[in-house]
């Protein structure tokens, strides 16, 4: 062997035994430990349908943050003592944070106060006036109530009788909606009538009693906007508008049984909420309120690139 050969020997020992000690180096000076963040994610719910771009963000923070993601569905819709039980739950088996889409509206920031001290909640899909360890996210439901009131009052006939249907005022974002689309209506001839489903009987009493009025109607939370455009027979039945959308809303809107919605990224908001959930379990300063833009969505809006990520986000 030459010289030449021996020293290049050598040269490859050296760098061998370099990386060999480099990837000891963990062994000695200790590794840091990934520490994984452990959320739950309570619905207002049994079917998580309505969550489906809500669940492609979340996918998405959870794996950039290192968060094991718990998503709990209710025996029944609007179940608040089911609700109450899984965040107690959650709590006590040791729970960094809570997401939850309250079934109640306001004070729903002191109800979760007192059932998860000192555990950061991440309200979702309504307004939340309250301190750490509670925060919100939701669509701005202002504008989205005053945008639609304005977009009806614009497109439908004034003699046309307004009805606006949800399952119950008092659930969710529903009363903040109804505030702002209410106020809007004051600015016009129309005078609306609520059906509220908890109270005036279900969607087949309500076809039953407006056949014939070919009505415009506003469903104010997305099961009865899904409910009502399940059920209209044949075009021009009646006028349906909505808030929120998921794929199969939107294909209800290309078809023509959906007039129009009001749409916000369920994206960003599950982004969002497992994002800040795992700041606020670290104890980081954030806003105790953070409202997603809204924006009104009808066919012609389906195709435009502009609310492409909003309407369809990928995976």
Known sequence: MTKSEKRGWMVAAVVLAALFLFSCAGVFWGE???????????????????????????????REFDVDVHFLTLYEENDWDDQKRLVEQEVQDGAD??????????????????????????????????????????????????????????????????????????????SQVLDSLLASFLETSITPKIWDQSKDGDLETFF???????????ALDLASLWELSGRIEYPGQIALYGIGSTTAILNRIDSGLIRGVMAYSAYDEGYLAVREAVWASQ?????????????????????????????????
Not at 208 to 218: D, H, L, M, N
Not at 286 to 311: A, C, G, P, S, W
């Open 32 to 62: 840091k430990e990934t520490v994984i963040c452990q959320v739950a994610v309570i619905a207002r719910g049994r079917d998580d349908l309505e969550y489906e771009n809500f669940r492609k963000g979340m996918d998405q923070a959870a």
């Open 208 to 218: 039953s009693q407006t056949a014939g009025e070919r009505p415009c109607v506003i």
């Open 283 to 315: 104890g980081m300063n954030m806003e105790n309120l953070t409202k997603l833009d809204v924006h009104y969505i009808t066919k012609e809006q389906l195709d435009d690139r502009t609310f492409e990520r909003m309407l369809y986000p990928m995976d």
């Open 97 to 174: 944070a809570v997401i939850v889409d309250a079934v109640w509206a306001d004070p729903v920031g002191e109800r979760f106060r007192a059932i998860s001290p000192g555990t950061p909640t991440i309200v979702i899909r309504q307004q939340v006036e309250a301190d750490y360890p509670i925060f919100g996210i939701c669509a701005d439901y202002e504008a989205a109530g005053r945008t639609l009131g304005t977009q009806v009052a614009s497109e439908i006939d004034g003699e046309r009788p307004v009805w606006l249907v949800c399952r119950g005022t008092e659930f969710g974002s529903v």
